[in-house]
């Protein structure tokens, strides 16, 4: 019932059926790779191949085999081996050589973490990309920038889209460069040593990393899962850029603010047909919500004993496949949101303009100061901003009127005030720091280097 809350195809990460096919790959290319490198007999893994490529397994009937036996993998040998006594027993005893219940789990859970990989890298390149797009059209588009929930100065929003498009750049380019170290084949034995395997070890994974796409690291990483759990850190770190996004234009899109809207879809709510809730936004903040705690999780997963855990990688498994779900979510969620954005430019001005002007103290400040010193300046701001607020009269003709009554009024400082709360004016820093990210993003683009994850 809480599928309203993903995009329709969310259900195709990390499925059953996907999770069985990842295993059975393994087995097979296990296999394969074991007799390219005259570790068994080629007739035995064409056996073991064919009864990969054949085997029915049903998943209910795996997750109870599991549940007895404590162990995924050794719940999907027990159909191939069925098969192959049936039908090709000259692979039997080759089935699984040199390997252990976890090397197939993990390489597994490598598999579908790389198509996850890809599924999110697309839906982030997919947002960053509108996101550039509304910063191109609204670089000096005036709004009011807010500091503990508060009215602070003039910005742009196109500049605070640029700023949530360069974040989605860095979480690109970290999750493309911990990829390589952490999507990578798990080849350990029984207790990580490669004991059966010998020798022929090193070629054997190398073999097996071919077959399947997958990185080979030269070691076990049955309990050492730092560069694994980096790479879903970093999806954690993309979760929270995205919720700060969705609820930055979930405040922008209240009614009394009104300076966003999602694209309308009909009714929304069950009691007020007037209501335009902004329900990609909507989904985006669920999304995101437990992502800080399932990051938490697969940290504590971490201390595991000795050779295997007892327990804890048995739990990482369980949840990480929860903390991709969650934030390839909220990206679709606020892809979907920018392609139907509706950016109320006058009412940010209304805004800005309501205000009298007070948003711009700190740039009036800076002109009086010269000529009052930096303090007296600051107080006599203060001084007439409060009136500005009370008498609804811009902050810069009070303060032309201050200076009048304290001696210190001249044209030329006038003209420095009124040019100071002009909101043309003060929109051009935030407008050129958006082309600025903009040109940054663009640069680092062309620069990303060719990775194994697209092999």
Request: with cysteine; aromatic share 4%; proline share 4%.
């Amino acid at each position: 019932m809480h599928a309203y809350l993903r995009p329709q195809d969310a259900d195709t990460l990390f499925t059953d059926d996907q999770w069985i096919e990842a295993m059975l790959g393994f087995e097979s290319a296990l296999a394969q790779a074991q007799a390219e490198c005259g570790v068994i007999p080629h007739d035995a893994a064409q056996a073991i191949a064919q009864a990969c490529a054949t085997v029915q397994i049903d998943a209910q009937a795996l997750a109870a085999r599991a549940h007895s036996s404590g162990a995924m993998g050794m719940a999907i040998l027990q159909p191939v081996q069925q098969w192959l006594r049936a039908h090709r027993p000259e692979g039997l005893d080759w089935l699984h050589w040199g390997s252990t219940t976890q090397d197939v789990v993990d390489t597994a859970h490598a598999l579908l973490t790389r198509d996850a990989l890809q599924r999110l890298l697309a839906e982030l390149q997919a947002l960053q990309h509108g996101l550039m797009a509304l910063a191109q059209r609204h670089a000096a588009t005036p709004m009011l920038a807010r500091s503990l929930m508060q009215p602070a100065q003039v910005t742009s929003f196109g500049f605070k889209c640029a700023q949530s498009a360069a974040a989605l750049q860095r979480s690109r380019q970290q999750l493309q460069a911990l990829a390589a170290p952490a999507l990578c084949v798990q080849l350990g034995g029984a207790v990580g040593n490669r004991a059966t395997l010998g020798a022929s070890a090193a070629a054997v994974e190398q073999a097996l990393a071919r077959r399947l796409g997958l990185q080979a690291c030269g070691y076990s990483w049955h309990t050492q899962r730092d560069a694994w759990l980096r790479l879903a850190m970093e999806v954690a770190v993309c979760g929270g850029s995205l919720a700060k996004l969705a609820k930055d234009w979930s405040l922008m899109s209240q009614y009394e603010v009104g300076e966003l809207h999602e694209a309308p879809r009909g009714s929304t709510s069950s009691a007020m047909p007037h209501k335009r809730n902004p329900v990609h936004c909507m989904q985006a903040v669920a999304q995101t919500q437990p992502v800080p705690q399932l990051a938490a999780t697969l940290l504590a997963c971490m201390a595991q004993a000795h050779e295997r855990g007892l327990g804890e990688w048995q739990a990482e498994v369980a949840h990480a496949a929860s903390l991709w779900r969650h934030v390839h979510a909220a990206a679709s969620a606020l892809r979907s949101a920018a392609e139907g954005l509706h950016v109320d430019s006058a009412r940010m001005q209304q805004h800005i303009d309501g205000l009298q002007g007070v948003v711009y103290s700190e740039a009036l400040a800076q002109v009086l100061a010269p000529v009052l010193s930096k303090p007296a300046a600051q107080a006599a701001v203060a001084e007439c901003a409060a009136q500005a607020l009370s008498q609804a009269q811009p902050l810069h003709l009070l303060l032309g009127r201050w200076l009048e009554q304290h001696g210190s009024a001249d044209s030329q400082l006038s003209h420095a005030l009124a040019a100071a709360a002009d909101p043309r004016q003060a929109v051009q820093a935030s407008a050129q720091g958006c082309q600025d990210l903009l040109a940054l993003i663009h640069t680092t683009t062309d620069k990303e280097p060719a990775h194994a994850l697209h092999q």
